[in-house]
């Protein structure tokens, strides 16, 4: 046996001097069953890939409202038209999109708060992702198609996932009318209340009043 060579081999301990041998090492200990702890890992690893995958796609939807005040609208395609049905367009519109995404003809995530033209039947949307283009209309031609001659309009919003998107341009057209259209806009902070809902306030403020009334002659009473 060569000099220094020593140590355990198998159950037995070898020392070319016939020396103590050093304590034994521990022996390795395995804990479960390889194949396991590694489906294990496997399983925790696609586990924490698919939770912040789904945190980042619900974190690409956005959902804003666009209130908007659209004027001063120039005829498209008819001679003479000079007057348009509607010369301030006063509408709030809520939609929620994924940013991330190309979207076309969408009707599922758009809800027409108040508008003050006719509206058409199905509403729907586009959203062009690497232009951060929005525009929404009527589902009849398409969301950025204008069908003349029937309720229909389409609205398109510029940067329309940030705090400072602008409005590009508003058409709208009626039944046996022209086309209207115009880039002029007015953001408009809060919407106007639909007709039923102006219905409701008057109707609060004719209690109010009726209350104040019946409050001031059960005063005039006591004082007398």
């Keep these: 046996m060569n ?3 020593h140590g355990w081999v ?10 103590p041998c050093p304590p034994r090492p521990p022996p390795v200990q395995r804990i479960g069953n390889n194949r396991g702890l590694m489906k294990l890992r496997n399983l925790m690893v696609a586990t924490a ?4 995958t789904a945190s980042s796609a619900t974190a690409a939807v956005i959902t804003k409202t666009f209130n908007f005040t ?16 509607m010369n301030i367009v006063i509408g709030s519109i809520t939609v929620s999109f994924d940013d991330n995404i190309n979207v076309q003809n969408a009707t599922s995530g758009i809800l027409v708060n108040n508008l003050n033209i006719n509206q058409p039947s199905t509403m729907a949307y586009n959203y062009v ?15 950025n198609v204008l069908t003349g001659g029937v309720d229909d309009f389409f609205l398109t ?45 008057i ?11 019946t409050s001031r002659r059960r005063s005039a009473l006591s004082a007398a």
Aim: net charge negative.
């Design 10 to 19: 198998g159950a037995a301990c070898s020392r070319w001097d016939h020396a």
């Design 157 to 201: 919003i510029i940067n329309a996932s940030r705090d400072d998107y602008t409005f590009g341009y508003f058409y709208y057209s009626e039944p046996g009318k022209a086309i209207w259209a115009t880039n002029q806009f007015s953001d408009s902070p809060s919407a106007v209340p639909e007709p039923a809902t102006w219905a409701m306030m």
């Design 3 to 5: 000099p220094g060579a």
């Design 129 to 143: 992702s690497n232009s951060d283009r929005l525009t929404i209309g009527g589902l009849a031609a398409g969301a």
């Design 49 to 52: 890939i698919a939770v912040a």
């Design 70 to 85: 659209a004027h001063d609208f120039t005829s498209i395609g008819v001679s003479g038209a000079t007057t348009p049905p």
């Design 203 to 213: 109707i609060g403020f004719g209690a109010a009043g009726s209350m104040m009334r």
